[in-house]
């Protein structure tokens, strides 16, 4: 990734969840603030192996982290492994299986920053 920040990091915690890896990295590439954002998938001994999808992926895209882990971390675990390698000031926590509208991690950044929000919850189904 260039050494300009992103304008988001994207957290994405991954556990057997191998048949949802397709649908979440298109999901991900229609974002219309795909190339200003970071996108972090934490894969921690998955028995689906999500890393083998992930990673050629990742390796494609400099804005996205793989961080696999050999150990079981609960979800809460992996979403900090992810927090802890954000380099934006604004996290956005995704599951694999949440659906995203293209344009949600723009209007996210627009509004935080216009509003000067310090944290917003926003529902994504």
């Known amino acids: 990734m260039s050494s300009k920040l992103p304008s988001i990091s994207v957290v994405i915690s991954t556990y057997n969840d191998r048949n949802l890896v397709g649908k979440?990295?298109?999901?991900?590439?229609?974002?219309?603030?795909?190339?200003?954002?970071?996108?972090?998938?934490?894969e921690t001994n998955?028995?689906?192996?999500?890393?083998?999808?992930?990673?050629?992926?990742?390796e494609d895209n400099p804005n996205c982290i793989l961080l696999a882990r050999d150990k079981r971390l609960n979800l809460y675990g992996a979403w900090n492994e992810g927090w802890s390698a954000a380099r934006s000031k604004f996290v956005c926590i995704s599951n694999m299986d949440d659906v995203m509208h293209p344009n949600l991690l723009r209007?996210?950044?627009?509004?935080?920053?216009?509003?000067?929000?310090?944290?917003?919850?926003?529902?994504?189904?």
């Open 24 to 42: 979440k990295l298109d999901e991900i590439k229609r974002q219309t603030a795909f190339s200003s954002s970071e996108f972090i998938f934490v």
């Open 46 to 58: 998955s028995p689906g192996r999500e890393r083998e999808l992930l990673e050629p992926f990742c």
């Open 107 to 125: 209007r996210v950044v627009e509004e935080m920053e216009a509003s000067r929000w310090d944290l917003a919850s926003v529902l994504i189904t």
